[in-house]
Structures are given as C-alpha cells and as structure tokens.
C-alpha cells in the first residue's frame, strides 16, 4: 500500500470545489447492483468509463451501422464513430458547465451498446417480434447489466445506468420533461446524441448524395449556420449560455434554437431516414434478421451462445435470449451468419468472431 493519499479521496474532495453545486458527486453515488471495494486512484464515475471502453460491445461497435448500411466509402459514420463524437460534444458540453465530466463522458460511451446490426432495421425487427417490444436504450441496460462479462454484467453505479436507461427520446421533446428525474450529467448526453446525429447523418447523407445542401430547410440554416462545424459550435454555445442563465435548474436551449434542431431531425427522418434509398436496404436487413431469427428458434440447441445463454438465464423465454444475441452482432456477423446457414458456399470460409459473454 502507497503512503501517499488515496488519490481517488483527493478527486472527491476535488469535486466539491470545482464542480457546479447540482453536478453530482462521485462520493454520493446511490452505488452499484452489488456492493464492492473502491478503487485507490479511480472515482466510482471514472471506473465505470473504463469498464464501457474495454467491454466487448463497446468493440463490436465499430461494425454496427450508423444510417448507411455497407456504405462505398471509408468516412461514414458507424454506431462506434457516433458514439465518440456524443462523448466529445457532451464532455465539452460538462466541462463548460463545471459538471462531473467523468459520469457523463461514461453514459455517452454506454449508451448505445444496446443497438442492433443493421441500424434502427434491426431495432424494427426485433420490436416486432419480441413480445413487449424492443427498445435499444433498455437493451443497452441489459448488455451493461447482465450481458457482459460472462452475465455479471459490468456492475455500473446507479447514475450511470439511468443515465443510459433515459439517453434516448425518439422523435419525443429533445429536453427533458419535468417529471423525468435525472442528472444534468444525462440531460447532457440526451442533448449532445441529438446534437451528434443530426450533424453527421447531413454530412454522410451529403456524401452519399441524398439531399443537397441547399435542400435544408432555410429556417435551420439561417439560425444554427451553413455548415457543419458552425451548426454544432451554435448549438453547444446556445445549451451552455442558456443553462448558465437558468441557474443550472436543468439541461436548456434557446426556444429558437430548440426549434431549428427539431425542425433539423424531422427533416432527416422525412429525407433520409425514410428515404426509398435507404429503406429499401432497411428492407433487405430486415429479411436477413427475420430470416436468422426463425433460424435460431428451430435450431436453437445447435447455437452454443444460445445454450450457454440459456444456462446462465434459465428465466428468460427463448425469444429474448434470440433477442439478446441477435442484437450484440455486427452487421458482418449477421450476415456471415445469413451467409452460413442460408447460402451455399466453398469450403475453408473463416469466419467472424461472433457474439459472446
């Protein structure tokens, strides 16, 4: 043991006098599912950043689709690449506001851990067909709760877990309602998600020839810029200045600018997302994964993750269990996986790693 002082009790300290007020703190934490020993250097928050960097899902993030699926090109988004530019807008974003930049910095890399092969097509199918529905957000809980590390899960503390539990809105209100109780920490990644993927699904959809830029709508133009660096930089200034004036009571925006950014994301869910060129390769995912799912239901004794699966989560029913494996793969693995059970093929094909504990 050191003879120095516990550096992590130092940090604790440190936040007291550095962060905002309402900023949580490391030493307040509510804890984790199961009790276990600080860490002499790292801060509760800090562990649980490390532990999301080195877990498996985060890894398989870099082969998960962002909008475009099999795209021709090497600068578009995947689900690892987004998932790095919310946690540079929200730790910006924390830092400015003097707020525990640690937690926030972890629910941003956790967030979307949960998110299927083949963008929201996998989430389509999966809500479809798993009784209850299937929402990437709760399913990135489970793979933090239970799914990693062998089904212990990565213990994360309670703060983070909701953070990740509430990060998502849909086409829903982009600030958070009065009656959800959570951290300015999460408020922040629930904004800077936004932020991120309305800025870069213009910029691959651009690339991609989709829209053109001045297809835009003019009123989104003229208040948050023309480009993408000046919409993002108005957007980040707006959120700090305006939350600074409302006395950090919450995450807030100017209402004009609020409204710009919503206009933004109904435009790329009418011209992008729903575009025929996209969902037609929506449509092609979407078979792939029924096609699997209906596989893995009449063979499911010959799918070792599966079975194993099944001894560590003897409660669970079998659509879930399909559920959980089918969401952890890459869109290479799933289809490598179309490919093995459904296509002829050579002898001596290596393939993928696949999904595991």
Same mark, same amino acid.
């Given at each position: 043991?050191?003879?120095?002082?516990?550096?992590? $009790?130092?940090?604790?300290?440190?936040?007291?006098?550095?962060?905002?007020? &309402?900023?949580?703190?490391? /030493?307040? %934490? +509510? #804890?984790?599912?199961?009790?276990?020993?600080?860490?002499?250097?790292?801060?509760?928050?800090?562990?649980?950043?490390?532990?999301?960097?080195?877990?498996?899902?985060?890894?398989?993030?870099?082969?998960?689709?962002?909008?475009?699926?099999?795209?021709?090109?090497?600068?578009?988004?995947?689900?690892?690449?987004?998932?790095?530019?919310?946690?540079?807008?929200?730790?910006?974003?924390?830092?400015?506001?003097?707020?525990?930049?640690?937690?926030?910095?972890?629910?941003?890399?956790?967030?979307?851990?949960?998110?299927?092969?083949?963008?929201?097509?996998?989430?389509?199918?999966?809500?479809?067909?798993?009784?209850?529905?299937?929402?990437?957000?709760?399913?990135?809980?489970?793979?933090?709760?239970?799914? $990693?590390?062998?089904?212990?899960?990565?213990?994360?503390?309670?703060?983070? &877990?909701?953070?990740?539990? /509430?990060? %998502? +809105? #849909?086409?829903?209100?982009?600030?958070?309602?009065?009656?959800?109780?959570?951290?300015?920490?999460?408020?922040?990644?629930?904004?800077?998600?936004?932020?991120?993927?309305?800025?870069?699904?213009?910029?691959?959809?651009?690339?991609?020839?989709?829209?053109?830029?001045?297809?835009?709508?003019?009123?989104?133009?003229?208040?948050?810029?023309?480009?993408?660096?000046?919409?993002?930089?108005?957007?980040?200034?707006?959120?700090?200045?305006?939350?600074?004036?409302?006395?950090?009571?919450?995450?807030?925006?100017?209402?004009?600018?609020?409204?710009?950014?919503?206009?933004?994301?109904?435009?790329?869910?009418?011209?992008?997302?729903?575009?025929?060129?996209?969902?037609?390769?929506?449509?092609?995912?979407?078979?792939?994964?029924?096609?699997?799912?209906?596989?893995?239901?009449?063979?499911?004794?010959?799918?070792?993750?599966?079975? +194993?699966?099944?001894?560590?989560?003897?409660?669970?029913?079998?659509?879930?269990?399909?559920?959980?494996?089918?969401?952890?793969?890459?869109?290479?693995?799933?289809?490598?996986?179309?490919?093995?059970?459904?296509?002829?093929?050579?002898?001596?094909?290596?393939?993928?790693?696949?999904?595991?504990?």
């Amino acid at each position: 043991m050191s003879s120095y002082k516990n550096i992590r $009790e130092i940090k604790e300290e440190e936040e007291f006098v550095q962060l905002s007020p &309402r900023a949580q703190k490391s /030493k307040f %934490s +509510k #804890g984790r599912l199961r009790p276990e020993c600080e860490c002499e250097i790292r801060t509760a928050f800090e562990r649980d950043r490390d532990r999301i960097i080195h877990s498996k899902a985060f890894r398989r993030l870099k082969h998960k689709t962002q909008v475009f699926l099999a795209p021709r090109g090497d600068h578009y988004r995947t689900r690892l690449t987004h998932t790095l530019e919310v946690a540079q807008i929200a730790r910006t974003l924390a830092r400015a506001l003097k707020l525990n930049e640690p937690l926030t910095e972890a629910i941003a890399l956790g967030h979307d851990l949960g998110h299927t092969p083949f963008g929201h097509a996998g989430e389509e199918v999966l809500n479809e067909i798993l009784p209850g529905g299937f929402r990437h957000y709760e399913q990135s809980l489970r793979v933090v709760d239970f799914l $990693e590390k062998e089904g212990h899960g990565l213990n994360l503390t309670y703060e983070v &877990r909701i953070g990740i539990l /509430k990060h %998502s +809105k #849909g086409k829903g209100p982009i600030s958070v309602q009065d009656e959800e109780n959570i951290s300015l920490e999460a408020q922040t990644v629930r904004f800077s998600d936004v932020i991120a993927y309305v800025n870069h699904d213009i910029d691959d959809a651009l690339r991609a020839g989709i829209i053109k830029r001045e297809d835009l709508p003019w009123e989104v133009r003229k208040t948050l810029g023309e480009t993408h660096a000046e919409r993002i930089d108005t957007l980040i200034k707006s959120i700090i200045y305006t939350t600074m004036e409302a006395n950090w009571e919450k995450i807030a925006m100017e209402p004009t600018k609020l409204r710009a950014l919503e206009i933004l994301r109904d435009f790329l869910f009418e011209k992008v997302y729903f575009s025929p060129l996209v969902r037609k390769e929506f449509e092609k995912a979407k078979k792939i994964l029924y096609a699997l799912y209906e596989y893995y239901e009449k063979n499911f004794e010959k799918i070792e993750y599966l079975t +194993k699966a099944r001894e560590l989560f003897p409660e669970e029913n079998l659509s879930r269990l399909i559920a959980d494996y089918i969401s952890g793969m890459t869109d290479r693995f799933a289809l490598y996986q179309y490919y093995e059970h459904f296509i002829p093929k050579p002898w001596g094909l290596n393939l993928p790693e696949e999904v595991s504990f």
